[in-house]
């Protein structure tokens, strides 16, 4: 199931390890998330749809703890303060 138009594409990131295989649980299901498994998914949702939005950090209430500056988002989206700079 590909696009036909792009056909297969491979996510930028290696694909991991799985970091820990539990063999002495009677469960026998064990999950795991990796970068690989959400940038392919974002990959995917990109090519089908739009993510679009709108924040300004002037919108966020004065009793908030949290707070919007290009630094506290850079765990998010990396390299944004160096591009904008801290703030």
């Known amino acids: 199931m590909f696009d036909k138009e792009l056909g297969e594409e491979e996510p930028a990131v290696a694909i991991p390890e799985m970091p820990y295989h539990m063999t002495e649980h009677i469960e ?3 999950a795991y998330v990796s970068s690989y498994s959400i ?3 974002m990959s995917s949702w990109l090519e089908v749809a739009a993510i679009r939005g709108w924040f300004n ?4 209430p004065d009793w908030s703890p949290v707070s ?3 630094t506290t988002v850079n765990s998010l989206l990396p390299g944004i303060m160096s591009y904008y700079g801290p703030g």
Do not use: G
Request: cysteine-free.
């Open 28 to 30: 026998k299901y064990q």
């Open 39 to 41: 940038d392919a998914f």
């Open 57 to 60: 950090a002037a919108d966020m």
């Open 68 to 70: 919007l500056t290009t």
